[in-house]
Nanobody, 122 residues
Framework: QLQASGGGLVQAGGSLRLSCAAS????????MGWFRQAPGKERELIVA????????YYADSVKGRFTIARDAAKDTVYLQMNSLKPEDTAVYYC?????????????????WGKGTQVTVSS
């Protein structure tokens, strides 16, 4: 089970930190991803991380502004979002899978968290 939280309303240029707490799964075994879906658009992968090899993928749209981190002791993954823009407005989802390919291709993902709404006003 994954539980995403931390969304809200923020002005452009502001920051938010999203959290994704895992329960009932061996957190260290899973690759993680953050996705978002804006109104009228398809869900897109914005960040993926392979913990075992410390490899991280960031979509161009968020590169340099968003950072993923984790607290293994709390089985929690964070998405620090800085310099937010109105186009970042979306519902954000975290996901976990033992296959990084599933995360990168957004297919057959083992676990999805419920979305958390992020709204960036101009």
């Amino acid at each position: 089970q994954l539980q995403a939280s931390g969304g809200g309303l923020v002005q452009a240029g502001g920051s938010l930190r999203l959290s994704c707490a895992a329960s009932g799964l061996t957190f260290a075994r899973y690759h993680m991803g953050w996705f978002r879906q804006a109104p009228g658009k398809e869900r897109e992968l914005i960040v993926a991380v392979r913990w075992f090899v410390c490899a991280t993928y960031y979509a161009d749209s968020v590169k340099g502004r968003f950072t993923i981190a984790r607290d293994a002791a709390k089985d929690t993954v964070y998405l620090q979002m800085n310099s937010l823009k109105p186009e970042d407005t979306a519902v954000y989802y975290c996901a976990a899978d033992t296959s990084i390919s599933n995360i990168l291709n957004s297919t057959d993902i083992d676990y999805w968290g419920k979305g958390t709404q992020v709204t960036v006003s101009s």
